[in-house]
């Protein structure tokens, strides 16, 4: 497996975090893992809700400081 495409949202508040993983997840081929660092208090739910619509995968979902590092896939 490929090494994950890093996506940093430290700082950006709800919904920015999503609409970033969003926009990289258009441009990245399908079946591509992203590793997304936020510190958002939203970004925990966000993410699961994003990848339940998209059909995501998430992989991980840690804390790490005070922030989440989440990893998904893509689908397809």
Do not use: H, N, Y
């Not at 949202?9 to 399908?30: D, H, N, Y």
């Not at 970004?43 to 339940?52: L, M, T």
Request: net charge positive; charged share 25%; glycine share 8%.
């Amino acid at each position: 497996m490929s090494q994950p495409i890093e996506l940093s949202c430290l700082g950006m508040k709800c919904p920015r975090p999503i609409i970033e993983l969003a926009k990289l997840s258009r441009r990245v081929g399908p079946g591509s893992t992203i590793r997304v660092v936020a510190d958002d208090l939203a970004f925990e739910s966000d993410v699961k809700a994003w990848c339940e619509t998209t059909k995501a995968e998430l992989l991980t979902l840690e804390k790490a400081g005070t922030g989440l590092v989440a990893t998904l896939r893509l689908p397809g």
